[in-house]
């Protein structure tokens, strides 16, 4: 009996079990549809573990070689992009240089006579213009030569004047053919003095406007020699000072030197292996350090000697510098391009990644980059074809791609684990 009535009750125990494990699901459906109550039909790993909120500051890797990203995330990242495309590799020759002034655009202001400087009208880095009085010498050669032809030049137009009233009367027959024959070579004789004393002051420095103008200067002024600037530019170089003495007999004859910076010259060695690829008219980037300013210039002479010293050749490129940018003294770098070789896909070197052993291009793809495997071929200082590995029109990163190295390495440890 006792046997009996426990099998009676592990009987009724399994039946209410069941039909508790039976009803729970309906009553609590029934329960959830009650205000308030709604959390009860969510499950219980969805309460305990609520899904992660994403960040757009955070790639995602879902697939292997894939880094995810956004378009904010792109911008932020300083990620550049360029289309795949067909080249040329260049090769190229880089060669050291000085600027330094333009040889048809420098000028010194000196004196040819023997004198004191009186005035100094122009400092250190002033612009000057054209034929513009940039000092004035005080001088005694100077007013004795000017003295000389004033005085030439009276006697000339006096001789002048009688020469021409002694034609006259010759041609009237009042005066004889000796009268007007005398009064002819008086007159020859006195135009030869008067240029002689013209020339002497063109070799002291006077311009002809200056020598016309002197028979209206006053006499006080005789004393004093104008020098003008031969060139438009800027005040390089002042070599005396107030009340120096200058000329022949002085210590110096140079007052000014006078610079054009509006054309430069790029002073540039190349070694002579390299010389027959180049030619007058070519091409030149001149670089001023890694990251300055560049400027493009074009070869005006080639040396035909060598440097005893370096053994290299003097190979000269001009270039315009409207905004004076570029001082003389600089040293620069320059790239002179030797020729250019068509190589199919051609990509930045800075786009190539080595990622375990293996050369990798980040392509752009929806939603982020993939990491692809490529094959390279020829390069150049800047440049590398690809073999295999792109297609024409996909786009890539070209900058700061070792970003998207670091997410995809991220990614992969993340796999490993």
Known sequence: MARIRLL??????????????????????????????????????????????RSDHAPDHDAEGLVKLTDRQIEAASLSLTTVQDGVLTRRLMVPGT????????????????????ELRKRLGEPVARDEVVAVIDSREVADAKSEFLAAKTTHDLQQTLFARSKMLWESKVATENDYLRARAHAEDARIKMEVARQKLSSLGLTAEQIAALPQEPAASLRHHELRAPIAGMVAERRVDLGALVGREGQESELYVIVDLDVLWADLAVPPDDLPALHEGQDVTLLSGATGPRVQAKIVFISPLLDKDTRSARVVAAFDNPRHAWRPGAFVTAE???????????IPKMALQVVQGEQIVFVRREGGFEARKVVTGRADDSAIAIASGLLRGERIATSNTFVLKAELGKAEAARER
Do not use: F, Y
């Not at 079990?17 to 009860?40: C, D, E, K, Q, V």
């Not at 600027?99 to 009186?118: E, N, W």
């Not at 002179?336 to 051609?346: F, N, W």
């Open 8 to 53: 009676l009750v592990a009987t009724v125990l399994i039946a209410v079990t069941a039909g508790a494990t039976w009803a729970l699901p309906a009553a609590r459906n029934h329960l959830a549809s009650w205000p308030g109550l709604s959390w009860l039909q969510r499950p219980a790993a969805a309460k305990e573990n609520p899904p992660a909120a």
């Open 99 to 118: 600027i330094v002034p333009s040889g048809d655009r420098i000028a010194r202001v000196a004196v040819k006579l023997l004198g004191t400087v009186a």
């Open 336 to 346: 002179i391009p030797l020729e250019e070789q068509g190589a199919g896909i051609v």
